[in-house]
């Protein structure tokens, strides 16, 4: 808080001489560098702030115990849990719960499941960093070369990012509990690797491209918002598609001639001062050097998408999108009423013919012709549902009804509604929070009032049987409902402009401080004179158990890390 106020006050002081405009994507704080004080009226009252907020503290805590959620025997089960060096801990797919495996079980089925196929390639330590170091210094030069085609705001972005710490990329494995039986889905975590600096410079110039394409949806939101006005002929029928592996097949050589002929095609479109030969090399960069450790090896992905890199949901996004559009949407528009897709799962509407049947496979508005033409980029497959009237895409159920498209709330079979149990050391605000935000969504994805009224039912059922108790909830239940009246009417809020509000950050504790107590401190000290217009508490939970026991970085032990296992495999000759 004080960084802020101090800085905002030299920005002032300075008529925000040089300043950088602020783009949250591409926004980086200067390493090192530290406000002058501010002057002395707003320093006293900083000083002042920070008093009395202490003695509240302290007053609180000599009131209350030291308080936890845990028992002694639970506190001691998780750090035995966290030492042990046979088993590891990991989030599942699909959101489904923590999962633990034996270690060398888990290390075996990585290897033998994803890291030994043709993918990817095992590559000497020493290779490997040194590729590292090439590749870092390649994108540094392309940078310096090309920078008089970026903005300030971007020269910024690169050049403090670059004086950060770098790590390289980690692999790791999530249990996909549903599936019998039982795989891994792989993951890689680019988070604060150098590539990734590019990479997110790379999805930050991508939206500038999503207007070209017209199947692009954003959410299930904005889908209901447009199929809400569809009116459909009689012989119209839905159908959904999802791609296989859509990242590892969409080959690199094809995605970039996908962007070098949308840059051709769509050029007077496309901003002039759209850096296209450095977006073009960073991009080339970015998706061919993807390499990754998994405990104390390297490994180099050699096929598709890079796995983990910011860049890849807009990346698959456009490039098939171009296909879609030079390919698809133009030739079968007379049968298309409707087409959008949401990365790699597709909904659309077909004007089906009473006799499309017995037309050939070949007839270029069939059927089967629409379905081979999705299938004609690259290696990529999408397996294509039969045409139907009712159909499940994203979180809708969506079906035909009186010519209209009625839709309700699609809840997953396996979903185990992990929702915020009342002993978690979260502030009232979340469960108001998930109760106002639920509700408004029931209400919006849902046609009839039965359907609304069954799914919410539900979900009060399931806070019910996560311990929750219902005369705790209603209240905030009566203030969501009543807010719900309200919705189409009301403005929506207006997101705050950061440059003038102050945030405070706090962590919350069940027995500390309350939000409003901090609020009357403010309001005592530094409000009018801080020169914010607003003042907002951002509150953060505690760490919490996954934080604690699941790591993404796999640890090496004193024998059977990852390239002893690669060893035995390579010695009982069961590498593929």
């Avoid at 075996?108 to 043709?118: G, I, P, S, V």
């Avoid at 949308?262 to 080339?284: A, E, G, N």
């Avoid at 009712?390 to 009186?402: H, M, P, V």
């Avoid at 109760?435 to 019910?464: A, C, H, M, P």
Wanted: charged share 20%; hydrophobic share 35%.
């Amino acid at each position: 808080m004080a960084y802020k106020i101090r800085t905002k006050q030299y920005r002032l002081q300075n008529n925000n001489k040089n300043a950088t405009p602020y783009i949250p994507q591409i926004y980086v704080k200067l390493k090192g560098w530290h406000p002058p004080p501010a002057p002395i009226d707003i320093e006293n009252k900083l000083t002042t702030f920070e008093k009395l907020l202490k003695q509240t503290i302290h007053e609180k805590q000599k009131r209350t115990p030291n308080f936890t959620n845990l028992t002694i025997t639970q506190r001691r089960t998780l750090e035995a849990l966290k030492n042990n060096k046979e088993f590891i801990i990991l989030p599942t797919d699909k959101n489904l719960g923590p999962a633990i495996m034996n270690r060398d079980n888990y290390i075996k089925q990585c290897l033998t499941e994803h890291l030994l196929t043709h993918n990817y390639k095992k590559l000497p330590n020493i290779i490997a960093m040194n590729m590292i170091t090439s590749t870092k210094n390649t994108l540094k030069n392309i940078f310096n070369t090309h920078k008089h085609q970026l903005s300030q705001a971007e020269i910024t972005y690169f050049t403090r990012s670059f004086k950060l710490h770098h790590r390289t990329p980690i692999f790791y494995g999530m249990p996909k509990v549903h599936k019998n039986p039982m795989a891994l889905r792989p993951v890689v975590s680019c988070v604060n690797s150098f590539l990734s600096i590019f990479s997110n410079w790379l999805d930050f110039k991508m939206k500038d491209l999503l207007f070209l394409i017209p199947s692009y949806i954003k959410d299930s939101k904005d889908l209901l918002t447009e199929i809400k006005q569809l009116t459909l002929p009689r012989h119209a029928k839905l159908f959904t598609a999802d791609a296989s592996a859509m990242y590892t097949n969409i080959d690199t050589n094809i995605g970039i001639t996908a962007f070098e002929n949308l840059f051709h095609d769509y050029d007077s479109l496309i901003p002039k001062d759209f850096p296209k030969d450095l977006f073009l090399k960073v991009l080339k960069i970015v998706m061919e050097n993807n390499i990754f450790k998994f405990g104390d090896t390297f490994w180099l992905q050699t096929q598709g998408t890079a796995m983990g890199t910011p860049a890849a949901p807009l990346y698959s996004i456009l490039t098939f999108g171009y296909h879609e559009n030079t390919s698809i949407l133009n030739i079968f528009k007379p049968r298309l009423l409707y087409y959008k897709r949401f990365i790699d799962d597709i909904f659309g509407i077909w004007l089906h013919d009473d006799h499309e049947e017995s037309l050939p496979k070949n007839q270029i508005l069939s059927w089967s012709h629409f379905k081979q033409k999705l299938n004609t980029f690259g290696s990529l497959t999408w397996n294509v549902e039969p045409l139907t009237s009712s159909t499940t895409f994203l979180d809708l159920t969506i079906t035909i009804k009186n010519n209209k498209l009625n839709t309700a709330t699609y809840q997953k079979p396996l979903n185990l509604y992990l929702y915020i149990p009342p002993l978690s050391a979260h502030p009232s605000s979340c469960i108001k929070g998930l109760l106002t935000g639920e509700l408004n969504r029931y209400w919006f994805q849902n046609s009839e009032e039965e359907d609304f009224i069954d799914v919410t039912t539900k979900f009060i059922l399931r806070l019910v049987q996560r311990g929750h108790q219902i005369q705790h909830l209603i209240p905030s239940l009566q203030t969501a409902a009543a807010n719900i009246d309200n919705i189409n009417t009301k403005e929506s809020p207006k997101n705050p402009n950061n440059d003038d509000t102050l945030y405070i950050h706090w962590r919350h504790h069940p027995f500390n401080i309350r939000k409003h107590q901090i609020r009357e401190i403010y309001n005592k000290t530094l409000q009018g004179s801080d020169n914010f217009q607003d003042m907002r508490l951002a509150i953060s939970r505690p760490k919490n158990l996954r934080d604690s026991l699941c790591k993404t970085e796999l640890q090496n032990v004193t024998n059977n890390n990852v390239s002893d296992i690669f060893q035995q495999l390579t010695d009982n000759n069961t590498i593929n």
